[in-house]
């Protein structure tokens, strides 16, 4: 079992920055995916960012590229999502996901955590 909780959300106005974490617990080893998704209350849930544990590979949506930043800590398997410049079209609940196997950008991760709120004003 793998336990994910978000944290770092906020109110934040347009061109500012954020960054969140994934705590992670639980037996992770080996090759995993882990994953920021993000949805609000009109769009579907959509994949932001992707890292592959196995490759050390990042992904990103086109939405966020050259803005947003994903890492993760190897001693503590923490995943960060820095996000700068942001803009209203980045608020919504953002999500992280965690999948045994390669990345992928549909829904199916075998984890989630319970989200954590950014709102971006102008």
């Known amino acids: 079992q793998v336990q994910l909780v978000e944290s770092g959300g906020g109110s934040v106005q347009a061109g500012g920055s954020l960054r969140l974490s994934c705590a992670v617990s639980g037996y992770i080893d080996g090759s995993y995916c882990m994953a920021w998704f993000r949805q609000d209350p009109v769009k579907q849930r959509e994949g932001v960012a992707l890292?592959?544990?196995?490759?050390?590979?990042?992904y990103y949506a086109d939405s966020v590229k050259g803005r947003f930043t994903v890492s993760q800590d190897s001693a503590t398997s923490t995943l960060y999502l820095q996000m700068d410049s942001l803009k209203p079209e980045d608020t919504a609940m953002y999500y992280c996901?965690?999948?045994?196997?390669?990345?992928?950008?549909?829904?199916?991760?075998?984890?989630w955590g319970q989200g954590t709120q950014v709102t971006v004003s102008s």
């Open positions: 890292f592959s544990r196995g490759s050390g590979r990042t």
């Open positions: 996901a965690h999948r045994f196997g390669g990345c992928i950008w549909s829904y199916e991760y075998d984890y």
